[in-house]
């Protein structure tokens, strides 16, 4: 009987518990580079021309300097606006959800880690990407920059994400006066790996393209 305790008693022992959501907050782009081994999909939320035909406000794809899909999109200053970014592997589909329109994009690659970027480069200028919830789990953290040249990238770990998952939150873009054009407010949500062997020195090009 000792002998059966003990044994279960290992058992339980040899079993971790749930992490759960893991959060940490990097620096820098260089950073952020530096941790993604693979970038399965990108969607991204910016300030474009508020709406105009001139370029986009809301994309997905491998890459933001060339997405795979875009929409038009007038935000409003200072609103908190719900979004939702979905995977289904049933149909290997990547899903991105703002304001009624849903653009998709089918990655090519395995992912665990998710990325939230803001960057807001105009003085008076804010992002905030808030109330997260992954899976039913609430995020107890969240990502926001302020200008003049604000940058902060909210790191998420511990969950499932590739056999498929929802991510639900709110983003608010916020401006004085003349909006920001472009990138230069706005927020990404990358998926991909961590690197399991050390990366290479990053790049300027991965980096500028962040930037446009």
Known sequence: MRVLLAAAAALIIAVPASAGIITSHLSSDADMIAAIRNVAAVAEGR?????????FELDIGDDTGNPASTAQH?????????????Y????NLMSFTLDGKTLTYSPALSFREIFVRTR????????????????????????????????????????ELYEGFTMTGTANLAWTETPPTNSRLAFQIKIGDAPTVPVEASTWGKIKSLFR
């Open 120 to 159: 807001a480069v105009n003085d008076g200028s804010s992002v905030h990407v808030r109330d997260l919830v992954i899976n039913g789990e609430s995020v107890e953290d969240f990502a926001s920059a302020a200008g003049p040249d604000g940058l902060d990238i909210l790191a998420i770990s511990g969950v």
């Open 88 to 91: 289904d592997p049933g149909t």
């Open 74 to 86: 007038a935000w409003q200053n200072g609103v908190s606006e719900p979004f939702a970014l979905a």
């Open 47 to 55: 300030i474009g021309d508020l709406g105009g035909v001139a370029t």
